[in-house]
């Protein structure tokens, strides 16, 4: 099987004028790199070849693999924009441009690095397919950073993966991604602790791996005789970084963790979902505190799932997933999932049935842009940028059910400030799930917030030691500095 036809074959929707398209990008971008090489010494095309690769593997359309074969043509392959329109059209010149604009400034100082980012939001505002060329371009550079020669820059191209391209791939949904991207870089920004988790992941893996298959074959035998039929089971190995975030939640003792692996059942229907937990709950016995529901209750990337973990009965702990077909591929490939494989995915994208599902999950994208326009300087913009946009999230509500993302560890104040500025200036209290609560509460996922204001209420220069958004922090600072307080 040629390059070209692997990917072919990889596509969600092959018509003629799709493979055609691809097959003209493919050798476009053959002739533009030929003689060039990687600093590894193997050809310049190959990377190109392998973005266009994850594009397909992610169930991207056409016109985004053909920009996934073309996106450095513009920069490293003497293409200019004119022939790129004329031969491909408006559609993938586009796409090309937004990454190309995006390529031309990384790792040259921290001016211009922010005003990439800055950039990577606006051009993904416009169209979500130029963040998801750039991280299949991101995915492919990081599995080959062992072959770049210098030291210092491998570790900054791992760390501002880790920071900044990670966090994207899950607001995006997209953990297949996500966990790949993570476990790439784990190595290269943390050695040391690399090795250790690698060291107890081997030690722990076959052991619960022999537990899992032992279950699997039980749960089978009992889902068959309570009539359940259209099932699939499978198997997850926990991310090497993910399990070390875990084990430092957990005193590193690995004793404490029971989801190194776990069963993944996936069933065609939610009631389906929700039937094979009830036999399961019926057979063996669920571990305190540990069902989730991510189907009632969605996390604020949209991943759907219910986690339960239960005991076998024969000393061992079992994680179990259970979700639907079309959940699991959500949970794998994010917004991608969503995207529809046609030409002229946004100008036909008010009538797809996919709108409202792709605007919830870039919906932070926009209030992304909002707030980057009121941050001019680039320093404080990539530390509130990491503050406020990708650390862990929660999701809240209001008394009216209306959803509030948040990063972890928020706290009714900054509650109040993401609701109205006005709002957090006169809050004087605060309900969590009905009840009175400090304004310093750490804010869990679900919690039920209600804000009390009085109009001679205002903010505390105390406020600031305890709010984890920049949001925050700029209207505290602000209201303090207009009122001269100290």
């Known amino acids: 099987m040629s390059d070209v036809q692997e990917i072919i074959s990889l596509m969600k929707e092959p018509s003629k004028e799709n493979v055609a398209l691809t097959k003209k990008a493919y ?14 010494g ?29 996106h450095d043509t513009l920069e490293d392959g003497n293409t200019d924009e004119k022939t790129l329109e004329k031969e491909f059209g408006k559609e993938v010149s586009f796409l090309v441009e937004g990454v190309t604009k995006l390529g031309k ?40 950073l062992d072959g770049h020669p210098e030291k210092e820059k491998r570790y ?52 619960h791996e022999k537990h899992l298959e032992k279950f699997r074959r039980s749960l089978q035998k009992e889902l068959a005789g309570h009539g359940v039929k259209n099932f699939k089971t499978s198997y997850r190995v926990k991310h090497l970084y993910s399990l070390y975030k875990k084990l430092l939640r957990k005193e590193m003792d690995i004793d404490k963790i029971y989801d190194i692996t776990a069963l993944r059942i996936t069933t065609e229907t939610v009631g389906e979902c929700y039937q094979v937990l009830g036999i399961i709950h019926g057979i063996w016995k669920p571990l305190p505190g ?61 009538s797809s049935k996919n709108r409202q599902a792709v605007q919830k999950k ?17 320093k404080k913009f990539l530390k509130e940028l990491k503050m406020d946009f990708f650390k862990h999230r929660v999701f809240v509500f209001t008394p009216h059910g209306d959803a509030i993302d948040l990063p972890e560890e928020s706290t009714p104040v900054d509650f109040a400030y993401m609701i109205h500025s006005d709002i957090g200036n006169h809050l004087s209290g605060a309900k969590v799930n009905g009840k009175m609560a400090s304004i310093k509460t750490k804010l869990r996922n679900g919690d039920i917030v209600s804000i009390e204001t009085k109009k001679n209420a205002h903010p505390s220069r105390k406020w600031l030691e305890y709010v984890k958004t920049g949001m925050a922090q700029r209207h505290i600072r602000l209201w303090l500095q207009k009122n001269q307080q100290n």
């Open 290 to 350: 540990r069902i989730k529901d991510y189907i009632a209750l969605p996390k604020p990337n949209g991943y759907q799932s219910i986690h339960t973990t239960v005991f076998t009965g024969d000393g061992a702990i079992v994680e179990i997933q259970i979700r639907t077909e079309q959940m699991h591929r959500e949970a794998e490939y994010g917004i991608a999932s969503h995207l529809a494989y046609k030409k002229g995915f946004f100008e036909k994208f008010k």
């Open 156 to 207: 900054r191209i791992a760390l501002e993966t880790l920071e900044i391209y990670v966090p994207l791939a899950d607001r995006l949904g997209m953990g297949r991604l996500h966990g790949e991207l993570e476990d790439y870089v784990f190595p290269y920004v943390f050695p040391e602790e690399y090795k250790k988790t690698k060291e107890i992941m081997k030690k722990k893996r076959a052991d």
């Open 105 to 144: 400034l990384k790792y040259r100082g921290l001016e211009r690095h922010a005003e990439s980012l800055r950039k990577l939001f606006i051009a993904t505002a416009k169209d979500a397919r130029v963040l998801i060329i750039k991280l299949a371009d991101r995915l492919h550079n990081v599995s080959t």
């Open 42 to 70: 193997e050809p310049y095309f190959n990377h190109a070849f392998e973005t266009a690769k994850n594009l397909a593997e992610f169930g991207m359309d056409a016109p985004s693999i053909a920009a996934g074969f073309l």
């Open 27 to 40: 050798e476009f971008s053959q002739r533009a790199h030929e003689g060039d090489k990687r600093f590894s």
């Open 362 to 378: 870039l919906g932070w994208i926009n209030e992304l842009i909002q707030w980057q326009e009121n941050v001019s300087e680039n």
